[in-house]
């Protein structure tokens, strides 16, 4: 019984030293100035997708600025202006921001921006941040 044990342990021990072999070759290593650019551009994608035209409406509304023909227009062509704002994520990602990324940010914290789905996702687990901008609240890197 005991030979079966140990050729049990011999066995799972070059698996455990690979397992870690690849958390210290992938999880450890700095994200490079593409992982951070493909994080950014996902971060900001997720933003305008939540975009939400009744509610927007509604604000503008509240504030005497939109009449009821205005939203309906609003709401008709907020697909292809949300494809206009992601068409400008690009001009977005300088080379100041991605240089900044690669030095904060971690490896995992640009897979986990990846994988979010929502505002909320990346606030609550993949520590970004809510910041005030000049229209509104944006989410930004720490």
């Known amino acids: 019984m005991q030979i079966g044990m140990i050729e049990k342990h011999m066995s799972i021990r070059p698996i455990i030293g690979l397992a870690g072999l690849?958390?210290?070759?992938?999880?450890?290593?700095?994200?490079?100035?593409?992982?951070?650019?493909?994080?950014?551009?996902?971060a900001l994608e997720v933003q305008i997708d939540e975009i939400d035209p009744v509610r927007m409406a509604e604000q503008?509304?509240?504030?005497?600025?939109?009449?009821?023909?205005?939203?309906?227009?609003m709401a008709e062509k907020l697909p292809e202006q949300k494809q206009?704002?992601?068409?400008?994520?690009?001009?977005?990602?300088?080379?100041?921001?991605?240089?900044?990324?690669?030095?904060?940010?971690?490896?995992?914290?640009?897979?986990c921006t990846l994988a979010a789905t929502s505002s909320a996702e990346l606030v609550h687990k993949c520590r970004w941040k809510p910041t005030p901008g000049a229209r509104g609240m944006a989410l930004g890197w720490e």
């Open 60 to 73: 503008f509304s509240a504030l005497g600025k939109m009449n009821p023909e205005e939203k309906s227009l």
């Open 22 to 42: 690849a958390c210290l070759l992938g999880c450890g290593r700095k994200p490079t100035l593409e992982e951070c650019a493909a994080a950014w551009r996902h």
């Open 84 to 111: 206009w704002l992601k068409g400008q994520i690009p001009s977005l990602l300088r080379p100041e921001l991605l240089s900044h990324c690669q030095r904060r940010m971690k490896r995992s914290d640009v897979d």
